[in-house]
């Protein structure tokens, strides 16, 4: 399993801190799929220098634009040696054509349902060119298999992801290309979301979630069960979630330090182009009180250049 890295990763000009925040947790998660007796080595690109002579049976390579021209390539050498080999990922998934010319098979969309599916296909000699997600559920999904996962060569090994997608539609945000086909925002059980939170060591933990607080009753019951965990943790959410109820308080109550947030423009015409509605006549300075009040720092995220800008 692989993870390339764009070539700055590897640039001494380049700050590689930057590059080795977050361990390869889409690969850890289909690594799970996989037969407990079958050899895994997953490596990525962002922390370690890869090692391409081996000859595996199976080859699974994530692709973003940003690495996609060095994942062709590896992709192209295994092929060359006789390996199976598999594209996945947003770049896949936004340009299909492009990336099955460098592969055996490619998937579409989130891997949970799919990548057990060609495993079974591939078993029986009969894997598809294309797979395309469209169930979409994270019920009884198998545990990470995060022992796959170098801690000490990240920033933050104790990211963790229990949602899926964002419920909402940002016309400049992955997230409706990604998961189109199916649901656009689910969650995983708030016990096994618990359970994977109890599984990692020390005390920090960095949600990966797109909206930790989009689904009220999925939040409301996490944070409740974190309660007493003695965790701290960041995640993200938007401005509304923010402003509503008193969610963020119990977010607060269960460790929350920092939260990163869309605010993206003060131009209503812009947020109205980007369909970011939830940001609409929401009071920025009243959500960022309340989070400095909470004692929760701020990690801002602005759009520069959008069309009503002057
Ligand atoms: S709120 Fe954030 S994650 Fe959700 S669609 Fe908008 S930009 Fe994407």
């Not at 797979?131 to 994270?138: A, I």
Request: with cysteine; charged share 25%.
């Amino acid at each position: 399993m692989i993870l390339p890295a764009l070539a700055e990763a590897e640039s001494p000009f380049w700050r590689p801190i930057k590059y080795s925040l977050f361990p390869p947790l889409g690969l850890a998660t289909l690594a799970a799929y996989l037969a407990s007796d079958d050899v895994i080595d997953l490596q990525d690109q962002h922390v370690e220098e890869l090692n391409l002579n081996d000859s595996p049976d199976l080859v699974i390579i994530q692709v973003y634009i940003t690495n996609a021209y060095r994942a062709y390539a590896i992709a192209d050498h295994y092929r060359k040696k006789g390996s199976y080999v598999i594209l996945g990922g947003l770049h896949v998934t936004s340009l299909p054509e492009e990336a099955a010319v460098h592969a055996d098979s490619i998937f579409l969309g989130p891997g949970e349902e799919t990548f057990p599916r060609f495993l079974k296909d591939l078993k029986s000699g009969k894997p598809l060119k294309r797979y395309s997600s469209s169930v979409r559920t994270l019920d009884k999904i198998p545990l990470i298999r995060r022992d796959l996962i170098k801690r000490n060569l990240y920033l933050v090994p104790n990211s963790i992801v229990v949602t899926r997608g964002c419920p909402h539609h940002c016309n400049f945000c992955y997230k409706d290309a990604f998961f189109e086909g199916g649901k656009t925002f689910y969650t995983q059980l708030v016990d096994d979301a618990l359970a994977e939170i109890d599984r990692l060591p020390g005390r920090h933990l960095y949600f990966l979630d797109d909206h930790l607080l989009g689904n009220v009753k999925f939040a409301s019951e996490l944070f409740e069960g974190m309660k007493g965990m003695n965790r701290v943790f960041q995640s993200a959410a938007t401005v509304d979630s923010i402003l509503r109820g008193d969610l963020i308080d119990k977010a607060a109550k269960a460790g929350l330090r920092s939260l990163f947030v869309g605010f993206e423009t003060f131009s209503p015409e812009n947020l109205r182009q980007g369909n970011k509605k939830q940001n609409l006549q929401r009071d920025y300075s009243l959500a960022v009180n309340r989070l400095h009040d909470l004692g929760i720092m701020i990690n801002g995220s602005f759009v520069f250049g959008l069309d009503d800008d002057d």
